[in-house]
């Protein structure tokens, strides 16, 4: 192509898409249209809803009363640390006597082969059984026992999970090396820098909160701008 283009389309399919045409030899990009869904909060509302609900449904369905629900609002590939809600599950179960933990999938708990293992033994270690309807999987048997088969089937697709995750990563860094080889150019343009008045007319509900002593870390939550930002 002689020019380069971006091409804005809103769309009312639920997702994003991007048809290509590219060289099957090296995988470069010839040509692509991107395209997204604009109604991008319902469409997670949605996604939510769907796999909360399917876990409540189980629950009745099993007579297991739920005590909490917790919902992660970043990627399952972040560290434990990283992660609040995992991270309040857990102190949640250590605080309160809780039988099971029910997720939806097992990257649900961590998109990390190394964390997802790390959960379920602390978890086990506590005598509390991970439940994952999907597969319908659970780490303990009836009488407080390690399940070795649903364990070892965990493990695998964990691992899997991990490795997906690792080609995907692979692959965008392969692209990224040879756009930049060929004298391409990604990010920012050097030198540019966003003007104070730009700035204050792009965060201006970040920084009344700021203002109001709203913590880094609580005005993320509320705006989702993220905290190298604020």
């Known amino acids: ?73 970043i990627s399952g590939a972040k560290h434990i640390a990283e992660r609040e809600a995992l991270t309040q599950l857990l102190e949640f179960v250590q605080a309160h006597k809780v039988d099971k933990v029910l997720v939806y999938e097992c990257s649900r708990l961590s998109r990390r082969a190394v964390d997802f293992l790390a959960i379920i033994e602390m978890l086990t270690n506590m005598k ?41 990563r692979s692959r965008m860094t392969s692209g990224y090396n040879q756009f930049r080889a060929k004298g391409g150019k990604v990010g920012r343009k050097v030198g540019y820098r966003k003007s104070d008045d730009e700035m204050r007319s792009q965060y201006v509900e970040e920084i009344k909160l700021l203002k109001k002593g ?17």
């Open 128 to 168: 509390v059984s991970v439940f994952v309807l999907q597969n319908g999987l659970e780490t303990l048997l009836p009488n407080g026992q390690e399940n070795p088969l649903a364990n070892m089937v965990l493990g695998i697709l964990a691992h899997f999970n991990s490795v997906e995750r690792s080609v995907l």
């Open 1 to 73: 192509a002689r020019f380069s283009v971006i091409r804005y389309l809103a769309s009312n399919i639920e997702n994003a898409y991007g048809p290509n045409v590219h060289d099957p030899r090296s995988g470069e990009i010839i040509e692509s249209h991107v395209c997204w869904y604009h109604n991008v909060m319902t469409l997670l509302h949605d996604w939510y809803m769907i796999q909360a609900s399917t876990i409540d449904e189980a629950a009745q369905k099993m007579n297991y009363d739920i005590v909490e629900e917790f919902s992660e609002k």
């Open 214 to 230: 709203i913590s880094l870390q609580n005005t993320y939550r509320i705006t989702g701008t993220s905290p190298n930002t604020l």
